[in-house]
Each structure stands twice: as structure tokens, then as C-alpha cells.
């Protein structure tokens, strides 16, 4: 069965400084995608990133990055030059053609960036 | 761009009462699907749809039922409300292929009492 964990509850990091926060994924499933989503106080949810299984580098979105170590089966958000307004909630999410076409989510992590 | 539109934003319900959480989309994506959200467990699948006339249950779907009659509209009901389903609630939806983001919708925040 698909499984998303991330085991940090709770980030913290200063404004400028770059943070990484953890995503591990299960799957029996060779074709799958990775989705980082961000979910600021108001609720709404918000689509960083994405990487596809078989893709050969690692995805990146401006100041968002995604190691993608596939053997360790991670996913891992880098975020760079934090801002105050990156203080939000994260989630890692995946699919898979076993699931059909929603998306398995982790517990998420909340990021506080101080200044 | 309207994208998933979800109703109502709030609502408080009775213990036993029944209601309807109304989901709409407007980009004509095959896939949609609700999830509910609730402190340290993440956001969890309820059901979901390949598309109209097809659906199927996710991870927590007791309690709840869901029907797609059209291409544009997921409706999720409770059919009779228990204070365990209070939870804010997503509807999403997407093209269905790999790849591709889902879009949500604003939420809604239901208590049962």
C-alpha cells in the first residue's frame, strides 16, 4: 500500500536561511509522482513542485527545490532564502497508477520562519 | 477562474442531522475527489471519482456517500452526522494523469454538536 511519511511536526528557521523538510514514500508501484503542497494560515492549499519517478533531475520551482533520492525513497522540500511568508503548513503528497488518481498525503510539517 | 468551487464555507450540524457538501469544478478534469482534514493526520482520501457514474472509497469513507451524476459535480452527503466528522473538508480535482496537480477547492469547516 502507498504510505507518505514526515516525521517532523515542526520546522524552524531564521529569514534567509534555507530549510529542508523531510518527505519518505512507499510504493510498490515503478511509475509514480511526487507533489509537494503548501498550506498557509487561510487553508487554502497550494502546489509547489512535482517529480515524476522516472525523471532524471531533480525538480525545481524558483526558490523550491526537490531532492529526489530514489533508492532511499525520499523526496525532500528544500526551500531557499526563507521568507516570513513561507510560515505555513507543508505537505508531501504522491500518486500512483495502484490508486487510481488521488492523492496520498503525509501528516504534513509546519514551517515557522522568524526574522 | 472559478476552479473548484465548494459549498457551504462553514456549517454547524446537529448530531443525526444530514447534509450535502456541494463541489464543483469547471475545468472539465475526469478526476475529483473529497478528503478530510483533521490536527496532525494530514489530509485523508473519503472518496473519489474516475469520472461520472464511477466512484470509490478511500482510506476513511464510513459515513459518508458520494455520487457523480455529471463531470462537473462531486457531491459529498452525510447522512447522518456524528460529532467524530467534525473536520474542515476538501474537495479536489484533476486531469487524472500522472503528473498533474489537483486543484482544491476553499474548504469547509464543519462541526457536529
Known amino acids: 500500500a502507498q504510505k507518505i511519511t514526515q516525521t517532523q511536526p515542526g520546522m524552524f528557521v531564521q529569514e534567509k536561511e534555507a530549510v529542508t523538510l523531510d518527505c519518505t514514500y512507499d510504493t510498490s508501484d515503478p511509475s509514480y509522482g511526487l507533489f509537494w503542497y503548501k498550506q498557509p494560515s487561510s487553508g487554502e492549499m497550494i502546489f509547489l513542485i512535482y517529480?515524476?519517478?522516472?525523471?532524471?533531475q531533480n525538480a525545481t520551482e524558483g526558490r523550491y527545490s526537490l531532492n529526489f533520492q530514489k533508492a532511499r525513497k525520499s523526496a525532500n522540500l528544500v526551500i531557499s532564502a526563507s521568507q516570513l511568508g513561507d510560515s505555513a503548513m507543508y505537505f508531501c503528497a504522491m500518486r500512483d497508477n495502484q490508486a487510481g488518481t488521488a492523492l496520498i498525503f503525509g501528516k504534513g510539517t509546519t514551517l515557522s520562519v522568524s526574522s | 477562474n472559478a476552479g473548484v468551487t465548494q459549498t457551504p464555507k462553514f456549517q454547524v450540524l446537529k448530531t443525526g442531522q444530514s447534509m450535502t457538501l456541494q463541489c464543483a469544478q469547471d475545468m472539465n478534469h475526469e478526476y475529483m475527489s473529497w478528503y478530510r482534514q483533521d490536527p496532525g493526520m494530514g489530509l485523508r482520501l473519503i472518496h473519489y471519482?474516475?469520472?461520472?457514474?464511477?466512484?470509490d472509497q478511500g482510506e476513511v469513507p464510513n459515513g459518508y456517500n458520494v455520487s457523480r451524476s455529471t463531470t462537473e459535480d462531486f457531491p459529498l452527503r452525510l447522512l447522518s452526522a456524528a460529532p467524530s466528522q467534525t473536520s474542515v473538508y476538501f474537495c479536489?480535482?484533476?486531469?487524472?494523469?500522472?503528473?498533474?496537480?489537483?486543484?482544491f477547492g476553499q474548504g469547509t469547516r464543519l462541526t457536529v454538536v
Open positions: 479536489a480535482s484533476s486531469s487524472g494523469q500522472l503528473g498533474a496537480e489537483a486543484f
Open positions: 471519482s474516475v469520472g461520472a457514474g464511477i466512484t
Open positions: 517529480q515524476g519517478s522516472y525523471d532524471q
